[in-house]
């Protein structure tokens, strides 16, 4: 527990501290680098019983959590003795992890409540180790127990967390069961309403990873921080950052290793287990959207070694400009949902990633935003890989309990998870901590506390949100939100030409806004696919590029725009669009269909990217 200084470890730390006298409940982390581990996989077929509300297996009558019932995973008397119990995972059907339920069985596709899983495994215990379990996320509580005893909980839908289950494992045969609970409540985030879908299981990777008993959990290896890009200034080549050892007295030897850079320090740690480094790289090519280059990284520590890839840059604003390694950059993007192309349900896989990247390569995107929360891994791996720039997302969604101060414990958790994990991530330069939030006193106190604390936590990053209305006076439009002096980069969400207006409206307004790089981070219309008529009919995909045009036409008259991402890439499933044939329980304002069938909009915004940006760097 002397990782309790460190934030991310301190908030669960005072989780673990409250249940930890009672229980004993082990280590909960995260690891960072845990997809660059050898791991054993838990993927794969998991039994699986479905709980109606009130889920009194789970709950007991005050709502605390049971550790009787499922969890044991008991076999019911069936030939001989007295009736004893009334479930068997061991004869129950199966869903595939990771995966939602609601794309796996059609009876649960807008099931919403407890779904419990179940699967055994085999495993060798080795001396001198411990084995986390690992989950990718689970959406949105979840309890695990092992071999029938409780191991850890977790509340947020869409970041990882490693569970230590070395006490509880045995040789031979084990089994995991979890309980996994997309019920909505007041006080969570998101809250009770959003405009996407509850898709709700284990919904990325599970797996047991193995490391010494002395371990890194928490590095960053960067391009140090304030470097001069300056004409003849000393190229930017200093690599710095720090490695973790949970559990290593001070003075453990911390190697860090890029053999390609000629990079190759060592570090010791101090008496919380920290090794702070800095080298200069022989050689160092900066990573960047025409030349996305990720280095190999070792790092080692005693009998633990982590290898990752890892890209360096440097991003900060100047003025209204955002710089990419020193020069100003136009950001070209789209919005995009974890949502997977073609198959459907949450997106998980290498080739859902790919579907992702080959939509925005279509557009000539050099960046996206992944709303409204942390995407998969393998989505922050593959735009590193593609030199596609990203912004990061957690799901304070519009109504959020803003007074309350249980509330800003768990989006400072949620906010210091998104960030441990993909801290190491060259292309990801922004950490948004909201969407269109109402502008209230409470909220806006709350929003700015989680600012500064995200710049607090990551000041290699800029801090954004996406804001929604300003003051309208006619055709003036003045953006005057308090929220706005805590934020590097203001995102700005509109909808002239479907909510408000016409698409010719746009060409009449005036935008006020303060000196500060600002992104149009929504504006769009619904297009059913294949649907076609005059610029002016609604749910063309004509009318939809019209209302493009327009915006772009707008967004260019704004000197402070530094980028654009319409709303959305990708037609999205979300239980509030219930307009059948227009919708049939998809949002449609992407320019591509769910089945990735190009809207007429593709065209529009590729050629206006390529050939007319309508921002400048
Ligand atoms: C918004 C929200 C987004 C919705 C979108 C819409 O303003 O930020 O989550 O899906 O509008 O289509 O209404």
Same mark, same amino acid.
């Given at each position: 527990?002397?990782?309790?200084?460190?934030?991310?470890?301190?908030?669960a730390?005072l989780?673990?501290?409250?249940?930890?006298?009672a229980q004993q409940?082990?280590?909960r982390?995260?690891?960072?680098?845990a997809?660059?581990?050898?791991? $054993?996989?838990?993927d794969?077929d998991w039994h699986y019983?479905?709980?109606?509300?009130?889920?009194?297996?789970l709950?007991?009558?005050q709502?605390k959590?049971?550790?009787t019932?499922?969890a044991?995973n008991?076999h019911?008397?069936i030939s001989?003795? @007295?009736h004893?119990?009334e479930?068997?995972f061991?004869?129950?059907?199966?869903l595939?992890?990771p995966?939602d339920w609601?794309?796996?069985d059609p009876?649960?596709?807008?099931?919403?409540?407890v779904v419990w899983y $179940?699967?055994?495994?085999?495993y060798?215990p080795q001396p001198?180790?411990?084995t986390?379990?690992h989950i990718?996320?689970a959406?949105?509580?979840s309890?695990?127990?092992?071999?029938g005893k409780r191991?850890?909980?977790?509340e947020g839908?869409?970041?990882p967390f490693?569970?230590?289950a070395?006490?509880l494992?045995?040789p031979?045969s084990n089994?995991v069961v979890?309980?996994?609970?997309s019920?909505?409540?007041?006080d969570d985030?998101?809250?009770?309403?959003?405009? #996407?879908?509850d898709?709700?299981?284990l919904?990325?990777?599970?797996s047991?990873?193995?490391v010494?008993?002395?371990f890194?959990d928490?590095y960053?290896v960067q391009?140090?921080?304030?470097?001069s890009?300056?004409?003849g200034?000393a190229?930017?080549?200093?690599?710095?950052?720090y490695?973790h050892v949970?559990g290593?007295?001070a003075?453990? +030897?911390?190697n860090?290793?890029?053999?390609e850079?000629g990079?190759?320090?060592?570090?010791?740690t101090d008496?919380?287990?920290?090794?702070?480094f $800095?080298?200069?790289?022989k050689?160092?090519d900066l990573?960047?959207?025409t030349? @996305?280059?990720?280095?190999?990284v070792?790092i080692s520590?005693g009998?633990d070694h982590v290898a990752?890839?890892?890209?360096?840059?440097?991003?900060?604003?100047?003025?209204?400009r955002?710089?990419?390694n020193?020069?100003?950059?136009?950001l070209?993007?789209?919005n995009m949902?974890?949502e997977?192309p073609v198959?459907?349900g949450r997106a998980?896989s290498d080739?859902?990633?790919q579907?992702?990247? +080959?939509?925005?390569?279509?557009?000539?995107?050099n #960046?996206v935003?992944l709303?409204?929360?942390?995407h998969?891994e393998?989505?922050?791996?593959?735009?590193d890989a593609?030199?596609i720039l990203?912004?990061s997302?957690i799901?304070?969604?519009?109504r959020?309990?803003?007074?309350s101060?249980?509330?800003?414990a768990?989006?400072v958790?949620?906010?210091?998870?998104?960030i441990?994990?993909?801290?190491n991530?060259?292309?990801?330069?922004?950490w948004?901590?909201?969407?269109?939030t109402?502008?209230?006193a409470?909220?806006t106190r709350?929003?700015t506390?989680?600012?500064?604390e995200a710049r607090?936590?990551?000041?290699?990053?800029?801090?954004?949100?996406a804001?929604?209305g300003?003051r309208?006076?006619?055709?003036?439009?003045v953006?005057?939100?308090?929220?706005? @002096?805590?934020l590097?980069v203001?995102?700005?969400?509109e909808y002239i030409?479907w909510?408000?207006?016409?698409?010719?409206d746009a060409?009449?307004?005036?935008?006020?806004?303060?000196?500060k790089?600002?992104i149009m981070?929504?504006f769009?219309?619904?297009?059913?696919p294949g649907n076609?008529?005059?610029?002016?009919?609604?749910w063309?995909?004509?009318?939809?590029v019209?209302?493009?045009?327009h915006?772009f036409?707008?967004?260019r008259?704004?000197p402070q725009?530094?980028g654009?991402t319409?709303?959305?890439?990708m037609?999205?499933?979300?239980?509030?669009?219930?307009i059948?044939?227009?919708?049939n329980?998809?949002n449609r304002k992407?320019?591509?269909?769910e089945t990735?069938?190009p809207k007429?909009?593709?065209?529009?915004v590729?050629k206006t990217y390529?050939?007319n940006p309508?921002v400048?760097a």
């Open positions: 527990l002397r990782s309790c200084s460190k934030p991310l470890a301190a908030v730390c989780v673990l501290t409250a249940s930890a006298a409940t082990p280590l982390t995260l690891l960072v680098g997809d660059r581990r050898p791991a $054993q996989s838990l794969g019983l479905v709980e109606q509300p009130p889920a009194r297996e709950y007991d009558s709502g959590i049971r550790d019932g499922y044991l008991t019911p008397n001989s003795g @007295p004893n119990s479930y068997d061991s004869t129950a059907p199966t595939k992890v995966g609601n794309t796996q009876t649960l596709l807008r099931f919403e409540g $179940q699967r055994d495994f085999d060798t001198g180790q411990r986390f379990l990718g996320a959406n949105y509580r309890v695990f127990w092992v071999n191991l850890c909980e977790h839908g869409f970041t490693d569970c230590d070395t006490a494992l045995h031979g089994f979890a309980a996994v609970d019920t909505r409540h007041q985030i998101p809250s009770l309403l959003y405009d #996407f879908y898709y709700g299981g919904t990325r990777d599970v047991l990873i193995t010494p008993t002395e890194i928490d960053r391009l140090q921080h304030g470097a890009f300056a004409p200034s190229a930017a080549r200093t690599v710095a950052g490695v949970e290593a007295a003075g453990t +030897k911390v860090i290793r890029i053999p850079a990079v190759d320090a060592t570090a010791t008496g919380n287990g920290q090794a702070s $800095q080298a200069e790289a050689r160092l990573w960047s959207t030349n @996305p280059k990720l280095y190999a070792q520590a009998a990752d890839q890892i890209g360096f840059r440097d991003v900060r604003v100047d003025g209204t955002i710089l990419l020193g020069k100003p950059i136009a070209l993007g789209a949902h974890a997977a198959r459907g998980y080739a859902d990633m579907n992702i990247v +080959k939509m925005l390569h279509a557009i000539n995107a #960046f935003r709303c409204h929360y942390p998969d393998r989505m922050t791996r593959a735009t593609a030199g990203a912004w997302e799901p304070l969604w519009q959020i309990t803003f007074s101060p249980e509330v800003y768990k989006a958790t949620m906010l210091h998870e998104m441990r994990r993909d801290q991530k060259a292309s990801v330069i922004f948004s901590v909201s969407n269109e109402p502008n209230n409470d909220r709350f929003l506390n989680l600012a500064n607090h936590t990551d000041s290699t990053r800029l801090i954004t949100s804001l929604i300003p309208v006076s006619e055709d003036r439009i953006q005057d939100d308090p929220l706005m @002096p805590a590097d203001v995102g700005q969400n030409g909510y408000e207006g016409t698409a010719e060409d009449r307004k005036t935008w006020v806004l303060p000196q790089p600002f981070s929504e769009g219309a619904e297009a059913t076609h008529g005059g610029a002016h009919d609604r063309t995909e004509e009318q939809q019209n209302v493009l045009q915006q036409a707008m967004i008259r704004i725009m530094r654009t319409p709303w959305v890439l037609d999205f499933r979300s239980s509030t669009r219930n059948p044939k227009l919708q329980g998809y992407g320019l591509f269909s990735m069938q007429q909009s593709v065209e529009l590729r390529t050939e309508p400048k």
